[in-house]
């Protein structure tokens, strides 16, 4: 019975910091400022090639 709820806490908690990061992610952009590695890791986007994005 404990499997299900640690999977359960487990999966909310992966969905809250995904959330949280594209919040974050969109609000740096919307800013004008570079969001933080982490966030965009969380996301499953690299960070260099998101910071090369419109310099070519």
């Known amino acids: 019975m404990s499997t299900p709820r640690k999977s359960f806490f487990a999966t909310l908690g992966t969905f ?14 919307e800013g004008g400022r570079s969001p933080k590695a982490k966030h965009l890791k969380s996301l499953g986007i690299d960070a260099d090639a998101f910071r090369s994005i419109g310099k070519n």
């Open 16 to 29: 809250v910091e995904v959330f949280g990061s594209a919040a974050a992610v969109s609000h740096a952009v």
